[in-house]
């Protein structure tokens, strides 16, 4: 079994769409079949999110805890407990490709970091900024952008590595590194194609969100 991992904090405007394209992905023939386990985790949710993953033929868990790699940690645990062989994931302000899974399936590598493509510019992203962006970022294959939208791992591996530390943020780069220690084989792919958000009002502070909004700041 194949397990997507989704944490979730406030998502109703991107939730829908964002599951949309995971269910997509979940049916994609060249996975020949095998199950794939859509799990959210919706971390002190105040608004529909709750409500939008009850709608969908999905697994969600809630709790309460402001803290995206405690949430990460969560939910790969459950998907593990399940018997997932690999995890896969992704943010809720994402919306993956209809073959990402069987992208990084393809990859033959304990684990697969993927790049992102940003969606349409908000107003307050200006061309300078997104000068400076594109000028920073290597979409291409053998890149080193790690994001947690676009990340995946075999259970073995992430195991072997120690999971998801309960960081605030940075927990996605925090378990490359360990995998890396552990020996772990990892692919720094542009094969696996997720689109994310381009918004300012980021979720956990110092993650994608905040990147982009020290763009719009700088000199």
């Not at 599951?19 to 079949?33: E, M, R, T, V």
């Amino acid at each position: 079994m194949i397990g997507v991992l989704i944490p979730v904090h406030n998502e109703e405007t991107l939730l829908a769409e964002c599951l949309d394209a995971a269910l997509i992905a979940a049916c994609h023939p060249g996975l020949q079949g095998e199950a794939v386990q859509i799990l959210l985790v919706l971390d002190s949710c105040s608004d529909g999110s709750a409500a939008i993953a009850r709608a969908y033929p999905v697994q969600h868990l809630e709790v309460r805890a402001r803290n995206v790699g405690h949430v990460r940690g969560v939910g790969a645990r459950h998907l593990l407990n399940q018997g997932a062989r690999w995890i896969s994931c992704t943010d809720a302000d994402s919306r993956v490709a209809p073959d990402w899974l069987v992208a990084q399936l393809a990859l033959n590598a304990d684990a697969v970091c993927g790049t992102v493509t940003v969606d349409a510019w908000s107003e307050d992203f200006d061309p300078a900024a997104q000068i400076r962006y594109l000028q920073g970022y290597q979409a291409r294959d053998g890149h080193r952008h790690i994001h947690g939208a676009n990340l995946g791992v075999s259970a073995g591996a992430y195991i072997r590595a120690g999971g998801f530390e309960p960081l605030a943020c940075d927990e996605d780069v925090q378990l490359v590194r360990s995998l890396e220690r552990s020996g772990a084989s990892i692919a720094w792919s542009h094969s696996p194609q997720v689109i994310t958000s381009a918004r300012l009002d980021a979720r956990a502070q110092g993650g994608f969100g905040d990147y982009l909004k020290s763009l719009v700041h700088a000199p």
